[in-house]
Each structure stands twice: as C-alpha cells, then as structure tokens.
C-alpha cells in the first residue's frame, strides 16, 4: 500500500524472519545509495573543525592546529561520533539469491534511531583513513500499548585502520514500527505540544550559552573527583531546521544520502522506498520527515524530529568540555528516550557515579548524563567511561583494542 509514493507495509513474522537471516551480514534498511564513500575517506583536521563547528562546538582542541600541537595529542583530535562520517563499506556480502530475498525485510516500515553504545581506543587523526563493518547483531520483537508491534534492531559497529588497528566498536539500536498517519487523543505523545518561548525564557537559554563550561587545558586528575558531584549544565536549542541543515554540512548524510538532481535520481533507483512524492508531485527524500511537519504525521509523529545523531552529538560534546584535553572518553553510551522535536531546548546534566582504579584500564570515572527538554521531559539518558591523568599512576593509558569483527569482507 502506497500514500503519494510513500510505502506502507505491515510487520509480519516472515519480514522479521528476513531480518533474522541478515544476523552477520549488511542491513538492508540501512543502505547508502548510489554513493558508498563516506563524507570523509580520510580525517583531516579541517574535516574535523567542520564537524565540530556544525554541532556548535569551537574547542579549540578540535579546530586549532598550534593550540592542539600543545597537547599530550600533539594534534588535532576527532571527537568520539565523528567516527559517523569515517569508513569505507568492508561489510561482509552476503550470496547474490540470499540478498535478493532478505533485501525486502523490514521495508516500507518507519525506522528511528534510538541509541547506542561505543568504544573508543585510538585517537583519529589527520591522515587517518577508517574501514567500517555495519552488520545485524540481533533482532528483537516488542509489543507497545501505544504504538502496537515494533522491532528492535541491533547493528553490530566496527571502524579499523590500514593496520587493522580498531578506533572504534560497538552497536546502534533502530527501532522499525508501521507507518501510520497521527491519530489524535491516544497516541503516547498525543499531549506534547509545539514549544514556546517567552523573552524570559530566551534569556535563560542566553545566559546558560555565555556560562557554558569548557575545561581544555586545566586538567582533570583523577586523585580531585569526588563521587557524587554533578557536572556544570549545558543547554542546546531551541532546536531548528537549520540545525539540522549544518549537521547534515558536517557529518554528510551518514547513511542513505541525500544527494541533488541527476545524483538524487540515481539515489532513488538504489532505494525507491526512501523518496515518496512531495506536495509538487515530485520525488523527494523520506529523510525529510525531518522538516516537512505534513509527511511527519504521515508516518506517525507529531511534528519534526531531530535525527538520533543530533543527540548523540550533544553527549559527546558535553562530555569534551566536561573532561579537557587529557582525559580519554572510553565508553559512550546513549539512549533517545522520546523525540526531539523542532523547537525544543535539551538542557544537559550529568553525575559523576563511580572514581576507581580498574586493573586494565586505570584511573577512570564512571558518568551519567541525561538531556531534558522544555517540558521536563528527559529525552536522552546516556553513561560514559573516562580515563584520567593521575597524580600517582601517570597519564592516561589507551586501552587495548580487540581485533577487527570477523563480519567483514575478506581482506
């Protein structure tokens, strides 16, 4: 079933079954389009100040070369999910027959991003090219009052370099639920309504922008944190469309792509079930949801929403200015608890949960953030494991890498 090119399919026991034979390989919903080169082959620090200048970060550990040379680094760094433009495809193929058939699971139903959880054990730096295997990890069933049957699954991440050195592993988590059209009264977030602002509230917002804490170079050593203590708070938004317009400037498309003109056409021949007809009649990109409210409620949500990237970049950017220049952000993991809507302001809070020497990984902290918008409501809750410089054990140490998946394309 159709809706001005938009497709609609059902969740059935046979479509999940499909999913479950992609266990290992390539996940068919998460496809790149006529372009499978990533946004940047290779990490430069200027790929890198445009990253982080398109999430609203100006660090300068991130942005200047002499600033960055005078760090424990002695260089420009990449932040943890700039990894999300890096990586050339080495997904393991699956055999042709095999992918024709599993090609079709899950398709025609709405995907959401709804969180992660990744490694970090090498800095990535200039001249650094990336390898990525996204693959199924696992394929779970839910039942919703609200929203009926969804199904959850995990992508297996893994990013390693020429050397087979890993930079980055871990998983994503999508949600895939029925496109429906919003119904009013009983839908989960049926009583969410468009922000609003008073000049009071603007002020608020303003004044925790020019309050906004950043360590850099005052080192955070581990024998100073105390459990228990709260990190400084940080705000992001209201959000907007333009927002989005410079992440997308930053990062790329990530996954499907959203490519112009003749390269638009070639998209859509790769994924016809990615574009639906606009209100011109025209085919156009479903990534739109995101700013056309008429196709949002087409597919079942109140109004336009960020995607999962933008928050998993306020993590990472809160947790930078959180720890400085000689910490090393070993474990991020976060969770997108409603949507983020265009307008909402997402102030972020954090707790430091744990202080201990771990026996392989050492000096470290354990933290707990969460992001919660306008209304009260948390719409991130996210975990973090950081390693700290020590008075009595030294500086940081990385830690050791795993090898690379054994789900990937043979070398």
């Known amino acids: 079933m159709s809706d001005d090119g938009l497709i609609r399919n059902r969740l059935t026991d046979e479509s999940v079954d499909l999913m479950r034979r992609r266990i290992g390989y390539a996940n068919p919903t998460l496809r790149t389009g006529a372009i499978d080169e990533p946004w ?115 992508n297996g991440l893994c990013l390693w370099d020429d050397d087979d050195k890993v930079a980055v ?82 990062a790329g498309w990530l996954i499907y792509g959203g490519w112009p003109n003749r390269l638009a056409y070639e998209n859509r021949k790769k994924l016809r079930g990615f574009y639906n007809r606009d209100e011109y009649n025209a085919w156009d990109t479903i990534q739109r949801v995101h700013w056309d409210k008429e196709l949002a409620e087409k597919v079942g949500v109140r109004m336009m929403y960020d995607i999962g990237p933008v928050r998993q970049f306020h993590v990472s950017n809160y947790l930078t200015n959180f720890v400085g220049d000689d910490a090393w952000i070993y474990r991020v993991r976060f969770e997108f608890r409603r949507f983020n809507y265009i307008g909402d302001v997402t102030w972020m809070t954090g707790e430091i949960t744990e202080v201990r020497v771990d026996e392989k990984l050492g000096p470290l902290i354990e933290i707990t953030l969460r992001g919660t918008n306008q209304r009260g409501s948390d719409n991130i809750t996210a975990s973090a494991t950081v390693l700290l410089p020590s008075k009595v054990h030294g500086p940081v140490k990385l830690p050791q890498a795993p090898p690379p998946t054994q789900h990937r394309a043979p070398t």
């Open 40 to 154: 940047n082959i290779n990490c430069t620090d200027d790929a890198v100040r445009r990253f982080v200048l398109c999430i609203g970060d100006d660090n300068p550990l991130f942005t200047d070369p002499d600033y960055a040379k005078q760090t424990r680094w002695g260089g420009v760094i990449a932040p943890p999910a700039f990894e999300k433009s890096m990586g050339l495809n080495r997904a393991p193929e699956l055999e042709p027959e095999e992918a024709k058939i599993t090609s079709k699971a899950l398709r025609g139903v709405q995907l959401f991003h709804s969180g992660g959880e990744n490694f970090y054990y090498a800095p990535i730096m200039e001249g650094e090219k990336l390898y990525r295997s996204r693959y199924v990890k696992q394929v779970e069933d839910k039942q919703s009052e609200y929203s009926g049957r969804s199904v959850i699954v995990t």
């Open 169 to 250: 592993d871990g998983v994503d988590w999508f949600i895939h639920a029925e496109r429906k059209k919003k119904a009013g009264g009983k839908e989960k977030y049926a009583k969410e309504q468009p922000a609003s602002y008073t000049d009071e509230d603007l002020a608020e917002i303003e004044e925790a922008y020019d309050a906004e804490y950043r360590r850099g170079a005052d080192t955070l050593w581990f024998e100073d944190v105390v459990p228990g203590s709260s990190l400084p708070r940080m705000v992001k938004g209201p959000l907007t469309v333009t927002d989005l317009m410079s992440l997308h400037m930053g």
